[in-house]
């Protein structure tokens, strides 16, 4: 009777192993920023939207409170304005008062890890950072020595603008009258080129130096960052 011998099987090799690692290395140094960078989106999408339901939400059971929002009081501070209407209808972990461009800023933080940032008479500006981390008090805002010019370097990558003018009967906030809206300050129209290619210092594009359109572009497209957002945000 024959015996049969199993043969010998083949194995790779030891450069054929660090070769095909080394290969998985350079596909995952490829793929992994832009996978992190997507989600990345999906969470700054999220929270966009919430605190957009969450601030709208507060105005609706404040008017039960403190009647029609057109009448809320402007002449007072961002601080007291936004304790008297807003503070006792959302959910909130801590609030600062504190110092940068204009001064009389507030910041709220909650517990999801978000800020919102107000500031000025009358409650009108707010600033969302998607993650409180990013919220540098020394520098929210700087003016440029040359120009004068506010300058946010951040808007549109680690906080966004928002604008709630409810009182105001002026052409320039005509889209931001009616609750917690992205900023569109002077916008016209509302279209993703007036966005993108206006030469407005609010622009949601490179070498603007305010970039407070860029919310009101990610909400033109249904709450989703485009997939051609001029940056990447944090």
């Known amino acids: 009777m024959k015996l049969k011998i199993r043969g010998i099987q083949p194995a790779f090799t030891l450069a ?4 095909t690692i080394g290969i998985i290395g350079v596909i995952a140094a490829m793929t992994l920023p832009a996978l992190i960078q997507t989600n990345r989106n999906k969470e700054v999408e999220a929270k966009l939207q919430k605190i ?5 939400q507060a105005i609706l059971l404040s ?4 009647g029609p929002r057109e009448q809320w009081g402007t002449s007072l501070s961002a601080e007291e304005f936004f304790k008297k209407y807003f503070l006792p ?10 110092n940068s461009y204009g001064g009389g800023n507030l910041a709220v933080y909650f517990s999801d890890g978000t800020a919102l ?4 008479s009358g409650g009108y500006d707010y600033f969302f950072f998607p993650n409180a981390k990013n919220l540098n008090e020394n520098s929210f805002a700087i003016t440029n020595e040359n120009t004068g010019d506010i300058e946010r370097e951040g808007c549109g990558i680690t906080y966004f603008a928002f604008l709630f003018t409810p009182g105001m009967k002026v052409e320039t906030v005509k889209y931001n009258t009616k609750g917690f809206e992205p900023n569109k300050y002077s916008l016209e129209p509302v279209t993703v080129e007036a966005i993108t290619t206006s030469n407005a210092q609010y622009a949601c594009k490179k070498g603007a130096a305010n970039k407070a ?3 009101a572009l990610i909400q033109l497209n249904g709450w989703k960052i485009p997939k051609d957002y001029p940056f990447k945000v944090r």
């Open 213 to 215: 359109w860029c919310a």
């Open 117 to 120: 940032v107000t500031k000025q």
């Open 63 to 66: 008017e039960i409170d403190n």
């Open 52 to 56: 957009y339901s969450t601030m709208n």
């Open 89 to 98: 209808y959302i959910n909130n972990l801590s609030i600062t008062s504190f």
């Open 16 to 19: 054929e192993v660090l070769i």
